[in-house]
Nanobody
C-alpha cells in the first residue's frame, strides 16, 4: 500500500503563491506517475498536473499551464506543486494521487488540502 499526505494549503490573496507538498510512504517503489487534482465547491474533481517517476515528463491542465509547476524529490518521496499568480477560481481542495501503472487509474489518494484564494 501507498500512503499520501498533502500539506501546504492555506489562504492567499489574488496574485499570490503557494507550494503544496505530497509526501508518499509505504510501497513507494510501485509508483509510476503522481498527480494533483482539485475539486472546487459544487464542481467535479479535475486534473491539474502530473509528473512521472523520474521527473523527466510533466503534464498540465491548460488552465494552469505557465503558472503552476510540478516537481519531485525522490530522495524525500515528495512531489510539489508550486502555484503562482493565483486567482479566486483556484479555490478548491487539492488532492495528491499516484498510480502504479502508467496508463492505469490513479488508485492512491491523499486526504486533500484546502487552498483558498481571496479577492
Amino acid at each position: 500500500q501507498v500512503q499520501l499526505v498533502e500539506s501546504g494549503g492555506g489562504l492567499v490573496q489574488t496574485g499570490g503563491s503557494l507550494r503544496l507538498s505530497c509526501a508518499a510512504s509505504g510501497r513507494t517503489s510501485v509508483i509510476s506517475n503522481t498527480a494533483w487534482f482539485r475539486q472546487a465547491p459544487g464542481k467535479e474533481r479535475e486534473f491539474v498536473a502530473a509528473i512521472n517517476w523520474s521527473g523527466g515528463r510533466t503534464w498540465y491542465a491548460d488552465s494552469v499551464k505557465d503558472r503552476f509547476i510540478i516537481s519531485r524529490d525522490n530522495g524525500k518521496n515528495t512531489v510539489y506543486l508550486k502555484m503562482n499568480s493565483l486567482k479566486p477560481d483556484a479555490t478548491a481542495v487539492f488532492y495528491c494521487a499516484a498510480r502504479g501503472i502508467t496508463s492505469g487509474p490513479y488508485n492512491y489518494w491523499g486526504q486533500g488540502t484546502q487552498v483558498t484564494v481571496s479577492e
